[in-house]
């Protein structure tokens, strides 16, 4: 089955710089590849993903590169903002109607 | 607004209970819910697989008599932990396919078993 892996377990950046998280799959099916923000006692929050049609996605501060060469996947946040302290989840699955496969997550904490 | 509506948020209960967490999804109908457990700072971890008017896909190690779940309509799913213990404790979420396929969560209900 698939298997995700995702680095940096931790990431402490400070305000204003860019945090980069890494992810990479081991199933060449998989087709589906969201992210995932989760703040403490909360749901995951979906923030961005990215379709194995598109190597590349951005929604303001966020963007996603994907890779299927290589099978891996990243999450970029420019100019980061204390609020954005929160675990980063990414995910993959082969499409929206089979169960996503989740790394183990990145805390990133982002200093004032 | 939210996609997914996910109760109780918080419930405790306590050993030998039963107890039924409910999965609402507001904005889509879904033939398949996914219900995860999520221990502290741990990822989410599937269970199982709802499928509305058949019987839910259980991960490998996962009781399908301890963890009842019930697809009963096109918008609701149930999880039921039966005869619940302390082990029990933990985060669970279910996650809906929305428009698109993209896949979004419920705000989580924490159970705590005393």
């Known amino acids: 089955g698939e298997n995700v892996e995702q680095h940096p377990s931790t990431l402490s950046v400070q305000e204003g710089d860019s945090a980069v998280i890494k992810c990479t799959y081991s199933?060449?099916?998989?087709?589906?590849f969201p992210w995932y923000k989760q703040e403490l006692g909360k749901g995951p929050q979906l923030i961005i993903d990215?379709?194995?049609?598109?190597g590349e996605k951005k929604d303001q501060r966020i963007a996603v590169t994907l890779n299927k060469t290589a099978k891996h996947f990243s999450l970029h946040i420019t100019e980061t903002q204390p609020e954005d302290s929160a675990v980063y989840f990414c995910?993959?699955?082969?499409?929206?109607?089979?169960?996503?496969?989740f790394g183990k997550g990145t805390r990133l904490s982002v200093i004032a | 607004g939210a996609v997914v509506s996910q109760h109780p948020s918080r419930v405790i209960c306590k050993s030998g209970t039963s107890v039924k967490i409910e999965c609402r999804s507001l904005?889509?109908?879904?033939?398949?819910m996914f219900w995860y457990r999520q221990f502290p700072k741990k990822s989410l971890m599937l269970m199982a697989t709802?499928?509305?008017?058949?019987?839910?896909?259980?991960e490998q190690g996962v009781e399908k008599d301890k963890f009842l779940i019930n697809h009963a309509s096109l918008t609701l799913s149930t999880l039921t932990v039966t005869s619940a213990h302390p082990e029990d404790s933990s985060f669970y979420i279910c996650?809906?396919?929305?428009?698109?396929?993209?896949?979004?969560f419920g705000e989580g209900s924490w159970l705590t078993v005393v």
């Open positions: 996650s809906v396919p929305g428009q698109g396929n993209t896949i979004y």
């Open positions: 199933d060449s099916a998989s087709n589906y």
């Open positions: 990215i379709r194995s049609n598109v």
């Open positions: 995910a993959a699955s082969f499409s929206g109607n089979t169960p996503l496969v």
């Open positions: 904005d889509f109908q879904a033939t398949t």
């Open positions: 709802s499928n509305e008017g058949s019987k839910a896909t259980y």
